[in-house]
């Protein structure tokens, strides 16, 4: 790809670490990446924002929209970017929105913009939302699926078409207020199958229906397909959750029945209870028991523990006052930062010194370290063989042949 590219950071910290290709988070292939840009002189980085309009015709706008406390979407960001580039506009610039905005935000953007300009000059819109996944970011930006461009004008098709020329997948031009609304579609769908997975790993324990065979069965389906439908302790980080939310409280505007994308959030929001109930069901008191808890990060290759559900699950075994012990390959860190309460708890480099004389391990993130985990180590070294495992990466019969208890969503309880 041949952009040129010139991106604007105001946090200093972070602005000196890219300049020097260095990624404050962990993401595969994206340091090398970034390295080879700067190193082609593709890529360069600025604290202001008049550097970039000299240098660009097309701004996309990447500032974060996180959940506010009503839950609907904090356009903050955005709103302080689109008068930051009006009070400094110098010619005509397309600016695109690449941050997930509700419905409507290209107009806000507009009204804003007008507002602030300190000159006459023309502006248009456009709405081109991400859809890369954090974890497989570079793989998932270079190989997109679709690419959805929502615009106004034959000339935003031009300049949009011009940036995206090597893209060969499919690409659907809209609207922005379809594009916008395609973004979050998207997301509330990924959602809804999580949670629909969720409620069939629910009715398989209490059947004793095999969820494993379930899913297969289900996802051999193309019209439904196999990716995520993974029953688990549900879905976190920093998408799903928020989109979800700020997706329920569109329709509440319009007054337009939302009663399916609230029971999907509200079967998310129970899955890790759902977990303690599982330890809690073969250790009835937790109190000064010790628990091992592996995968603090949202999900595998990412340090990211924005709703992840490790930060409940930890909460609620201190409230139990249990004794807990976590490990993670990349995020302790991270978790460390977010876990906004001063208690004791034991953090571990090694996977198997974290279950030492442990009475139950609580498996969180699929990392694929645990995957290939040796059980008759894990096991000479717990104080009792049990494992409740929140991602479902081993095979009970497996487990049982080692000697484990082992609790799984979607597996009857009488299974152990
Ligand atoms: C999600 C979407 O997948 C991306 O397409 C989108 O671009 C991104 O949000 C965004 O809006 O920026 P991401 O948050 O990185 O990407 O993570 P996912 O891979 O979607 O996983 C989200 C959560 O769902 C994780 O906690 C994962 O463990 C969980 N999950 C996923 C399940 O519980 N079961 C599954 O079958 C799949």
Redesign the pocket.
């Known amino acids: 790809m041949e952009n040129e590219v010139m991106c604007v950071e105001s946090n200093q910290g972070i602005l000196s670490d890219v300049s020097s290709g260095k990624i404050p988070i962990f993401e595969p292939e994206l340091e090398n990446l970034v390295t080879k840009c700067i190193q082609n002189q593709k890529l360069q980085f600025t604290d202001q924002i008049k550097d970039v309009l000299e240098f660009a015709e097309v701004i996309f706008i990447c500032v974060g929209t996180p959940q506010a406390e009503d839950g609907k979407a904090d356009l903050s960001q955005i709103d302080s970017v689109a008068i930051n580039i009006a009070e400094h506009l110098n010619g005509y610039k397309l600016l695109v929105e690449k941050s997930?905005v509700p419905i409507g935000t290209h107009i806000r953007l507009k009204n804003t913009m007008s507002l602030h300009l300190k000159n006459k000059v023309d502006f248009e819109i456009a709405c081109v939302p991400?859809?890369?996944?954090?974890?497989n970011a570079v793989k998932d930006f270079l190989n997109p699926d679709r690419v959805i461009l929502g615009i106004e004008s034959e000339n935003s098709h031009q300049l949009l078409t011009s940036i995206y020329k090597d893209f060969e997948c499919p690409k659907i031009w809209t609207n922005p207020a379809t594009a916008e609304l395609i973004?979050y579609a998207?997301?509330g769908f990924?959602a809804m199958?999580?949670s629909y997975?969720n409620m069939l790993a629910d009715i398989c324990e209490v059947t004793g229906a095999d969820i494993e065979s379930l899913i297969e069965g289900v996802g051999q389906d193309s019209r439904i397909g196999k990716?995520?439908?993974?029953?688990?302790v549900?879905?976190?980080?920093?998408?799903?959750p928020k989109?979800v939310s700020a997706f329920i409280d569109i329709f509440d505007q319009h007054k337009v029945n939302n009663g399916l994308l609230k029971e999907v959030e509200s079967i998310n929001r129970l899955r890790p209870q759902r977990i303690i109930a599982k330890l809690k069901s073969s250790i009835k008191n937790l109190e000064n028991k010790k628990i091992a808890v592996w995968g603090l990060a949202?999900?595998p290759n990412t340090d990211d523990v924005r709703n992840a559900p490790s930060l409940e699950v930890v909460s609620r075994l201190i409230e139990e006052k249990t004794t807990v012990n976590c490990h993670d390959p990349q995020a302790t860190n991270q978790f460390k930062k977010a876990f906004n309460r001063k208690v004791d708890i034991n953090f571990f480099d090694d996977m198997y010194e974290s279950v030492q004389e442990c009475d139950a391990l609580i498996i969180l993130t699929e990392w694929p370290e645990y995957l290939g985990a040796n059980l008759d180590q894990l096991k000479t070294k717990m104080g009792t063989p049990l494992i409740i495992d929140g991602?479902g990466i081993f095979k009970l019969d497996e487990v049982q042949k080692s000697g484990f208890e082992y609790k799984a969503f979607g597996l009857t309880e009488n299974n152990n």
Do not use: H, V
């Open positions: 997930t991400e859809f890369l996944r954090e974890g973004k998207s997301n990924l199958k999580i997975a990716a995520f439908i993974n029953p688990g549900g879905y976190g980080g920093s998408c799903l989109d949202f999900k991602r």
